[in-house]
């Protein structure tokens, strides 16, 4: 089984800071790699898959990068609709989520 | 606009079953994979099950297998699972999720969830 990990647990951060999410798999799942958005109560939401397509409706101020054993997602500039929790999740072997990365008001 | 409705989540005891329903609208149902995610507050999110738009392939999680079973009515626009031997870890919210493609665990649409509660 692929297990994964994201760094950090939690993030402070202020509206118009660029935030970066790493994540990391045990072994390689080549570019299987989607990113989700959640909010308290609701479920999570696609942000970004391959590796690096965003989708459709999602802005563009993410984005994602890496392949292999490491990704990871950037926020341009943060936005206040953008406080949430983030899963990594490889979809190379079944699947598996990472932990989640709170983002958080600093 | 995609819609996915979850019904069937309730109390049950230690080893009862229950089955999960999940009513989709708003794409063509039998072109893309289904799935049934679970999350609870200790472990996380975790992919419990997928089955293929065109019924022909499953998968499941090592700690489900040979206790649920995921299965799709594509007449119906509806994904069922069926959960039988009920332990008290499988307590938590239940999503089911639609998949961008025929098969995949991925998720680009997701229900609200029902809740699952493994208790006596």
């Known amino acids: ?106 | 606009e995609v819609q996915l409705l979850e019904s069937g989540g309730g109390l049950v005891q230690p080893g009862g079953s229950l089955r999960l329903s999940c009513g989709a609208s708003g794409f063509t149902f039998s072109g893309y994979a289904m799935s049934w995610v679970r999350q609870t507050p200790g472990k996380g999110l975790e992919w419990v099950s997928v089955i293929s738009g065109d019924n022909v392939k499953t998968e499941y999680a090592d700690s489900v297998k040979g206790r649920f079973t995921i299965s799709r009515d594509n007449s119906k626009n509806t994904l069922h699972l069926q959960m039988n031997s009920l332990r008290a870890e499988d307590t938590a919210i239940y999503y089911c999720a639609k998949g961008p493609f025929n098969w995949g665990t991925l998720g680009d649409s997701w229900g609200q969830g029902t809740m699952v509660s493994v208790s006596s």
């Open chain 1, 1 to 106: 089984d692929i297990q994964m990990t994201q760094s950090p647990s939690t993030l402070s951060a202020s509206v118009g800071d660029r935030v970066i999410i790493t994540c990391r798999a045990s072994q390689s799942s080549r570019s299987s790699l989607a990113w989700y958005q959640q909010k308290p109560g609701k479920a999570p939401k696609l942000l970004i898959y391959q590796g690096s397509t965003l989708q459709s409706a999602v802005p563009s101020r993410f984005s994602g990068s890496g392949s292999g054993t490491e990704f990871t997602l950037t926020i341009s500039s943060l936005q206040p609709d953008d406080f949430a929790t983030y899963y990594c999740q490889q979809y190379h072997d079944f699947a598996t989520f990472g932990p989640g990365t709170k983002v958080d008001i600093k």
